[in-house]
């Protein structure tokens, strides 16, 4: 059969940790969207509630989930890349 | 609305396509072998693949209909942003690096990778491919609009000459080109769409949006013995209609006729200007009561009144990125929502004014039911909009390729993150500009999706100019990766791998291009077909089939130990043609058949809540009942 992987790559043990850290954030991030996507079903007049710069919930909490992905992107990669230079140091073949 | 071609537009669109063309040929002499053509060689850079996963997602639905939408139904067009954005968490800290370990050209890989089943090949194929072909439809429509004000050519010229372009793109050099067009396409949008923004913060926000803005006329009327007079005797009334809720008198002026819908003030009326447009029994078509080319068919959206700081003012001069939001918070928009009229034999279309406070337009709720007059079944229809807007991204094949082009599965990790960022910074933007457009005397009320590239035409010609040939490339480069995406899964998960068929590395390629350019044919019929509906509204379909589809399989496959081929098999195909099934029985398909809505068999045009639980509950009954059978398990 002419699939599976392209590369074989030398065996990842920061694996089991990157799974775990990036589920712990996806579930944290499902929250906060999850609380967001309840408040407009719920309650969208909340949403016209000021809350700084003259903003008001909608656009800051809109805003604020895009910034928080980024965010947490960025330190998921920090946390990533630190783990797989302590743990595949000694595999050749591993992930860069 | 009448549009003319600017010769500017013109030149700097034949100069884009020069250069993406260009670069097709360039690269096709380095895409001999099938791993070049469909991952291009796996030799992309984390940062250069990033910017390509931005100009591959950020399609047409993005940035016409998402700006289209804000400019016609306020905060509602921006929670697809945030849906679009959110699903690129789930890629990242689920998908990503796991994907890129256990394929090779295709998502169908991926998930076959353990078992080596047929099923899984065949059912993961047809997925693919109409998950790609319904994302085409949207980009194709998309393209259709734009080349009407680009080159004042007609709908279907768009449509052909994309295809066409994309056709030859992917035929060329595949994946490569693709990636490079794509890099450039996000590269160009996510700048200009920020120089576009500046642009609107630092104009301000006027009552008067521009000086050739239509003066919409107002005239004073009164009721007499039941009928409607009015005090300009130059103008007589033919007709008093009622449709929404509300009043419309048609007049006759010179032989021309004209819609006003009725108004109270204290104890008396007036009639205030509308736009229509009248199919008239005998198949002609009028706009304003004249024929489209006599110009009387105005752009519209602006505001009624502007308040900073309690006071009332006409303009306000340069506003800040806050202040921007907050002074169109504290004014008044003019909307101009449709309505239907039947005038005996003709059916008239009519765009009334409707003041809306500009707090209500900044919060959700103008277009989805979720608010005053909302249902449980309006409700359950927006949360399952959102939910499939959240699982999509990561289960969209022309995205899931893209992991397959860099060299390791720590680029495509540190890839996914560039992508968020900068896909995060364009859905900020995208507020500022559907708001722009909204108050800008811009918006065109027959097609939302012209919003953005109208917008920049009030900044002259060069902003228009560049801003529509981007728009175009963000088809070209969005369509590139989804026929490349189709051509994969006919080529090489149905032909090569379901079917068996013995061939060449250099036959694998031409399968894959001969592809390319029957699903490139498809997707013109399509877009043709599908013209005027608004574009985010057909992606939302493809994000509900793609998480109905796929993501079950591809998180069941990464963490439960149990998953069975046959347990993704079935999964798969319940997630396709339950969510397909769903979709075709809505009632916003039933308004397409022309049949009533009201009548549809499933009451929510998403399917997302029912077809992805659906597809869950599906792979775990089949895995659970088929343990003993099969061997090996995922791991």
Redesign the interface.
């Known amino acids: 059969?002419?699939?599976?992987?392209?590369?074989q790559?030398g065996p990842?043990n920061a694996?089991g940790y990157?799974t775990r850290l990036?589920?712990i954030?996806?579930f944290v991030?499902?929250l906060v969207?999850g609380v967001?996507?309840l408040i407009?079903?719920v309650n969208?007049?909340l949403?016209?509630k000021e809350m700084m710069?003259?903003?008001?919930?909608?656009?800051v909490y809109?805003?604020g989930?895009?910034?928080f992905?980024?965010l947490?992107?960025?330190i998921?990669?920090i946390f990533?890349?630190k783990k797989?230079k302590e743990l595949n140091s000694a595999n050749e073949g591993g992930?860069? | 609305m009448i549009y003319s071609a600017s010769p500017f537009a013109i030149v700097v669109f034949i100069m884009f396509v020069l250069t993406v063309l260009g670069l097709s040929f360039y690269f096709a002499r380095q895409t001999g072998s099938s791993k070049g053509y469909y991952t291009a060689g796996g030799t992309i850079s984390w940062p250069v693949n990033g910017i390509a996963f931005a100009g591959d997602y950020l399609s047409a639905a993005s940035f016409l209909g998402i700006c289209g939408m804000i400019a016609t139904a306020g905060y509602d067009g921006f929670l697809y942003s945030i849906g679009y954005l959110a699903g690129w968490v789930v890629a990242l800290f689920v998908v990503a690096e796991p994907m890129k370990r256990l394929g090779k050209y295709t998502f169908t890989d991926a998930l076959d990778s353990k078992f080596k089943s047929r099923g899984i090949q065949l059912a993961a194929g047809i997925s693919s491919i109409v998950v790609s072909v319904f994302y085409l439809i949207p980009q194709m429509v998309g393209a259709g609009a734009l080349v009407t004000p680009l080159l004042g050519l007609p709908h279907y010229v768009g449509v052909l000459m994309v295809g066409s372009i994309v056709i030859v793109i992917v035929a060329t050099a595949g994946m490569k080109s693709t990636t490079y067009v794509q890099f450039l396409k996000g590269g160009l949008l996510i700048i200009f769409s920020t120089i576009l923004v500046f642009s609107i913060v630092g104009k301000g926000l006027s009552k008067k949006p521009s000086d050739d803005y239509h003066n919409f006329q107002r005239l004073e009327a009164e009721i007499k013995n039941g009928a409607v007079e009015l005090s300009d005797s130059s103008y007589a009334v033919s007709a008093v209609k009622s449709s929404a809720g509300i009043d419309f008198v048609k007049t006759e002026k010179n032989g021309t006729a004209r819609w006003w819908q009725v108004k109270k003030e204290g104890s008396g009326i007036f009639l205030l200007e509308c736009l229509s447009k009248t199919k008239k029994g005998d198949g002609t078509v009028l706009y304003n009561g004249e024929p489209k080319e006599a110009g009387k068919f105005f752009s519209v959206g602006h505001l009624s009144s502007i308040k900073v700081d309690g006071r009332e003012i006409d303009k306000t001069g340069r506003l800040g990125p806050f202040s921007f939001f907050s002074t169109i918070k504290e004014s008044t928009i003019v909307r101009f929502p449709q309505t239907v009229i039947e005038d005996g034999r003709d059916r008239v279309y009519v765009w009334y004014q409707k003041e809306t406070d500009g707090s209500r337009v900044l919060r959700p709720g103008l277009k989805f039911k979720i608010d005053k007059g909302s249902s449980v079944t309006s409700k359950l229809n927006f949360v399952s909009l959102m939910l499939s807007l959240f699982f999509g991204t990561a289960a969209l094949p022309h995205v899931l390729i893209r992991y397959y082009t860099v060299p390791s599965p720590a680029d495509a990790r540190k890839s996914t993150i560039v992508a968020i960022g900068a896909i995060g910074l364009f859905y900020v933007l995208t507020l500022y500009m559907g708001i722009g457009a909204m108050v800008n005397g811009v918006l065109d009320v027959e097609s939302s999706n012209m919003a953005a590239p109208l917008l920049a035409k009030t900044f002259g010609v060069f902003l228009f100019a560049v801003i529509s040939a981007i728009a175009f490339a963000t088809v070209l480069g969005t369509v590139s990766g989804l026929i490349v995406a189709a051509s994969g899964a006919v080529a090489h998960d149905l032909m090569t791998n379901f079917m068996g068929i013995k061939m060449s590395d250099a036959g694998k390629v031409k399968a894959g291009k001969i592809s390319a350019v029957v699903v490139g044919g498809i997707a013109i019929l399509l877009g043709i077909l599908f013209k005027g509906m608004n574009v985010s509204f057909l992606v939302g379909l493809a994000f509900a089939i793609a998480a109905s589809a796929n993501l079950p399989a591809i998180i069941m496959i990464l963490f439960w130990k149990k998953t069975t081929a046959k347990g993704v098999a079935s999964s798969v195909v319940t997630g396709m043609v339950a969510s397909l099934g769903i979709i075709l029985l809505s009632p916003s398909m039933y308004a397409k058949y022309g049949l009533n809505p009201a009548d549809a068999i499933f009451p929510i045009d998403n399917p997302g809540i029912i077809s992805i639980p659906l597809s869950f509950i599906v792979l775990i009954a089949v895995s659970l009942m088929t343990q003993k059978k099969e061997a090996p398990k995922a791991s």
């Open positions: 059969m002419d699939h599976g992987p392209a590369i790559y990842d694996a990157k990036g589920l954030l996806f991030y499902a969207y967001f996507v407009n079903t969208p007049v949403m016209e710069g003259g903003l008001n919930l909608a656009i809109g805003f989930l895009i910034i992905a980024i947490l992107g960025i998921y990669n990533c890349t797989e992930d860069k």
